[in-house]
């Protein structure tokens, strides 16, 4: 992530990046963990103005004024790692730069929120919290999720706040946390590639996650 967010300017294709992120995968010795997943052919997903998440790299450059999240996966030492941010390329409107600064500040809230013994449902309530106040949406449709040897695990982290979802955290969970906040509607569309996914209503996302460990006193982030 640290060589990728710095070359994420105007005028580099995504497919770019995706390469870029390939041979720092190589040159360190890890895989990336979408390459051949379930299809997935590339080995980052970049997901630029209204797609949430998932998008995959191609021959489009990216323009100033677009934002564009890289998420970076990889397994080494028997485990993944899976983490992103959302980079403002060139000169971003204000209205964007606050959509972006608002979701990392979801992030940090449900990180904040993870405590041993208390409900899941804590870390989706201290999100939808920040992103309402700001006026944003929580896109309910894609959700954090348990991680380790398995890329995933059944654990599914609700980024908004459901009561059913009563399910305690426990010291040794290892989770991602990643929020995907809406400027519109929190309803997403797939396009018919079965991975890209966007807003409803093409209003612009943006994401930021890591993995998280719970420990006896709260999270310990694994992918600073």
């Not at 390939?22 to 103005?49: A, D, F, Q």
């Not at 204000?94 to 208390?118: E, F, M, Q, S, W």
Request: contains cysteine; aromatic residues 6%; proline residues 5%.
């Amino acid at each position: 992530m640290k060589h990728l967010v710095p070359l994420a300017t105007p005028g580099i294709t995504t497919d770019a990046l995706d390469a870029e992120a390939y041979e720092e995968c190589r040159r360190r010795r890890v895989y990336p963990s979408t390459l051949n997943y379930h299809g997935y052919t590339k080995s980052i997903c970049t997901s630029v103005n209204e797609v949430i998440c998932h998008g995959i790299p191609d021959s489009r450059p990216l323009r100033s004024g677009d934002i564009v999240n890289l998420d970076v996966s990889v397994f080494v030492g028997a485990a993944h790692g899976d983490c992103s941010v959302t980079v403002c390329v060139g000169e971003v409107n204000p209205v964007a730069r606050r959509l972006v600064d608002t979701t990392r500040a979801c992030l940090n809230a449900g990180i904040k929120a993870v405590r041993p013994g208390r409900p899941f449902s804590d870390i989706g309530s201290a999100i939808e919290e920040v992103a309402e106040r700001g006026g944003y949406s929580v896109v309910r449709q894609f959700v954090g999720h348990g991680i380790g040897p398995l890329f995933h695990t059944g654990l599914q982290v609700l980024h908004h706040y459901d009561r059913t979802q009563t399910h305690l955290m426990r010291p040794g969970m290892v989770f991602t946390i990643e929020p995907m906040i809406s400027a519109g509607t929190h309803r997403a569309y797939l396009w018919p590639d079965g991975w890209t996914a966007v807003t409803a209503d093409l209003a612009r996302s943006a994401q930021f996650e890591h993995t998280v460990l719970c420990t006896t006193t709260g999270a310990e982030i694994l992918t600073l």
